[in-house]
């Protein structure tokens, strides 16, 4: 009876016995598994920041490359241009936008390319076309022709210190204000001071190459 009672007792203290190493290993396992998971998130977290940084890092490239884009004589005169069309359609509300345009892209002009005396000239013809430029971006149609006149020569004496790429038009309205010019890209006659009033008024007086 005392020998069965000895190997029961050892029985039941080696079943103890493995049974805590067991659990033991199990949370060690646990433990390991978490760990790795957490590693794992870490690891995911700093790839989402970098991620992150990264578009950051584009967003600025695309801002460099947008404000490499501005600065041109040519980015200018497409603006100009396209206010011009907006007279021609008697838009006034288009050209109140394109006055705004007009101003910002003739403000962005880059002169440090030119002489010292054609950056001065530079700097006198824009800033007397902003202000002509803004105010056509305030101002009902009657004004904003009379305004686009005066516009209309700064632009003029901007090509001629800065050339242009395309052949261009210098166009003459012998009823409007005692006379006035504008520029275009094409022969045609479509005046912007008069616009469907008497949209064929005026010629070509001379070609800039």
Same mark, same amino acid.
């Given at each position: 009876?005392?020998?069965?009672?000895? $190997?029961? @007792?050892? $029985?039941?203290?080696?079943?103890?016995?493995?049974?805590?190493?067991?659990?033991?290993?199990?949370?060690?396992?646990?433990?390991?598994?978490?760990?790795?998971?957490?590693?794992?998130?870490? =690891?995911?977290?700093?790839?989402? +920041? !970098?991620?992150?940084?990264?578009?950051?890092?584009?967003?600025?490239?695309?801002?460099?490359?947008? +404000?490499?884009?501005? @600065?041109?004589?040519?980015?200018?005169?497409?603006?100009?241009?396209?206010?011009? =069309? /907006?007279?021609? /359609?008697? =838009? !006034?509300?288009?050209?109140?936008?394109? @006055?705004? $345009?007009?101003?910002?892209?003739?403000?962005?002009?880059?002169?440090?390319?030119?002489?010292?005396?054609?950056?001065?000239?530079?700097?006198?013809?824009?800033?007397? /076309?902003?202000?002509?430029?803004?105010?056509?971006?305030?101002?009902?149609?009657?004004?904003?022709?009379?305004?686009?006149?005066?516009?209309?020569?700064?632009?003029?004496?901007? $090509?001629?210190?800065?050339?242009?790429?395309?052949?261009?038009?210098?166009?003459?309205?012998?009823?409007?204000?005692? @006379?006035?010019?504008?520029?275009? +890209?094409?022969?045609?006659?479509?005046?912007?001071?008069?616009?469907?009033?008497?949209?064929?008024?005026?010629?070509?007086?001379?070609?800039?190459?």
């Amino acid at each position: 009876m005392s020998k069965l009672k000895l $190997v029961l @007792g050892v $029985v039941a203290i080696t079943f103890v016995t493995l049974t805590a190493v067991s659990c033991k290993d199990a949370k060690n396992e646990k433990n390991n598994s978490t760990d790795h998971h957490s590693e794992t998130n870490m =690891d995911e977290d700093h790839s989402k +920041m !970098n991620h992150d940084n990264s578009d950051g890092h584009h967003d600025g490239e695309k801002k460099e490359m947008a +404000m490499n884009g501005n @600065g041109t004589s040519q980015a200018v005169l497409n603006d100009y241009f396209n206010l011009k =069309d /907006a007279l021609v /359609a008697d =838009d !006034n509300a288009k050209a109140k936008n394109l @006055g705004a $345009v007009l101003a910002t892209s003739l403000g962005s002009l880059d002169i440090s390319k030119y002489t010292e005396a054609e950056k001065s000239e530079l700097k006198e013809i824009v800033e007397d /076309a902003v202000e002509h430029a803004e105010h056509i971006s305030e101002s009902e149609m009657d004004h904003q022709r009379e305004h686009f006149k005066t516009l209309s020569k700064d632009i003029t004496d901007m $090509v001629a210190i800065t050339g242009t790429k395309t052949t261009l038009y210098e166009q003459f309205c012998p009823m409007y204000d005692g @006379g006035s010019t504008w520029l275009s +890209m094409s022969k045609d006659i479509k005046n912007p001071y008069y616009g469907g009033k008497m949209l064929t008024c005026g010629k070509v007086q001379k070609e800039i190459n």
